[in-house]
């Protein structure tokens, strides 16, 4: 595997359901982000971490729960979620050289949909 | 409040001739930019960046051109080629955050044979 993955691709979950999206980057870096992409909307930025420690959490509600075990996995767990919480969930990756800015590679994304 | 503008959600360009992206930002705090290109079923790809103390970064086909009084970004690919039909995203760093990439909406570039 190269870059970065995300499973599974595709998921449907009702709004009682528990379901975890997967990331796991083969790039050697340090900081992973989870970003949102609704219909018509821009990406935006969910979550971020960086040397396993989150960095950064965009006012997400609390339904959206990330883990980072080590710096080549991050997962979001998803509880309760809602119908307007239907969007595509991309996973990235950088390496965090401090106070210079990286480049962020992407997954290919899950298509979630919440009925 | 959005901070970063495509106002072209299409735009169609013949083979061989060049493709002009566009994008406008509000935020004078954004000093790293970036453009993306994602084709369908797939995540965005890293293209091209260029910081603030630059007005022009080249690569390949791909030029990247910042005015930075004007709050404008846009990307030109010469010669444009089929291959290039994807959407394409502005991204911006900075004001705040050297993690938060603020992203365009995108536009679709259709290169027709």
């Known amino acids: 595997e190269t870059g970065v993955t995300q499973t599974p691709r595709h998921l449907v979950m009702g709004m009682t359901n528990k379901k975890s999206l997967k990331c796991e980057q083969h790039?050697?870096?340090?900081?992973m982000y989870w970003y949102k992409q609704s219909a018509k909307k821009p990406l935006e930025l969910m979550f971020v971490?960086?040397?396993?420690?989150?960095?950064e959490n965009n006012s997400v509600p609390s339904r959206f729960s990330p883990e980072c075990p080590n710096s080549s996995h991050l997962f979001l767990h998803l509880h309760t979620l809602q119908p307007e919480d239907s969007a595509l969930y991309l996973c990235a990756s950088s390496q965090d050289r401090g106070r210079t800015y990286n480049e962020q590679f992407f997954g290919p994304g899950t298509r979630l949909t919440v009925l | 409040d959005q901070q970063v503008k495509q106002n072209s959600p299409s735009l169609s360009v013949q083979e061989g001739r060049i493709s002009i992206l566009n994008c406008d930002y509000t935020?004078?705090?954004?000093?790293?930019f970036l453009w993306y290109k994602k084709y369908p079923a797939e995540g965005p790809t890293f293209l091209i960046s260029i910081s603030s103390i630059k007005d022009k970064n080249e690569d390949g086909r791909f030029t990247v051109f910042l005015n930075k009084s004007a709050k404008h970004l846009s990307l030109h690919i010469v010669p444009s080629q089929p291959g290039d039909s994807a959407v394409y995203f502005c991204a911006f760093l900075g004001g705040g955050s050297n993690y938060k990439l603020t992203f365009g909406k995108g536009t679709l570039l259709t290169v027709n044979p």
């Open positions: 790039l050697g870096h340090n900081a």
């Open positions: 935020n004078s705090m954004f000093d790293y």
């Open positions: 971490y960086s040397l396993e420690e989150r960095v």
